[in-house]
């Protein structure tokens, strides 16, 4: 068990709705990574928030956006769902903002738009 | 043309026998090179992590990094039904880029009894 808690563990949904994924860091770690994985595509980077404050950002789509609340949860809202979002998307939490090395996943929650 | 190219297998072996995964990239700046394993419903899990070039052992794993070549592999001696898992390569310019680790879309490795 990594210590990072995500739910739901699945989710189906319809095109055009719209969803909220959660994530727990493990305790200590205040850096929390969204990832998204697909066949074809492998794991993508979406963004980083590190105590609260968005670190950085990588390929996420603007109907895409995330937050980290002052417990350090992150939740990530996907918006207008489309056919193609359909993903597992992983978070990771660290306890730097700059530890590429020590990154803990949690089991990721499978999105299925319908 | 991706930066990162990984074989996706499967890769099936009986059990006992000496594994090899690999990478290669395009990118020459990489610097820091990981290799995840990805059980089945789990997030991944870091395996190995090394710097530059050369080797780095680890129990039954020893990682390989050839950077004249842009070759990356994972050895597994003795292979057990347990290292049955997806393996990720995964590569970043420098420290303080986490948010830059660039994927292998992952290799399917089946060992077998």
């Known amino acids: 068990d990594s210590g990072v808690t995500q739910t739901p563990k699945h989710l189906i949904t319809a095109t055009g709705q719209r969803v909220t994924l959660r994530c727990s860091p493990r305790?200590?770690?205040?850096?929390v990574y969204w990832y998204q994985q697909s066949l074809d595509q492998g794991l993508q980077f979406l963004i980083q928030?590190?105590?609260?404050?968005?670190?950085a950002k990588g390929n996420i789509l603007e109907r895409f956006s995330a937050q980290q609340f002052p417990d350090l949860h992150s939740e990530l809202n996907l918006s207008s769902l489309e056919l193609g979002d359909s993903a597992l998307y992983f978070c990771?939490?660290?306890?730097?903002?700059?530890?590429?090395?020590?990154?803990?996943f949690g089991s990721g929650t499978q999105l299925s738009v319908l | 043309q991706k930066e990162v190219e990984q074989d996706p297998g499967p890769l099936s072996v009986p059990e006992g026998a000496i594994v090899s995964l690999n990478c290669t990239y395009s990118?020459?700046?990489?610097?820091?090179f990981m290799w995840y394993r990805q059980y089945s419903r789990k997030g991944p899990e870091l395996l190995m992590y090394?710097?530059?070039?050369g080797n780095k052992e680890d129990g039954r794993f020893t990682a390989q990094v050839d950077k004249s070549s842009k070759y990356i592999s994972l050895f597994i001696r003795d292979s057990q039904p347990s290292d049955s898992a997806t393996y990720l390569c995964?590569?970043?310019?420098?420290?303080?880029?986490?948010?830059?680790?660039?994927f292998g879309t992952g290799t399917r490795l089946q060992v077998t009894l």
């Open positions: 990771a939490s660290g306890k730097s903002p700059v530890d590429n090395e020590k990154l803990f």
């Open positions: 090394t710097y530059s070039s």
């Open positions: 995964a590569m970043s310019v420098g420290t303080g880029t986490a948010s830059k680790l660039t």
């Open positions: 990118n020459s700046a990489f610097q820091y």
């Open positions: 928030y590190y105590n609260g404050e968005e670190r």
């Open positions: 305790s200590g770690d205040l850096s």
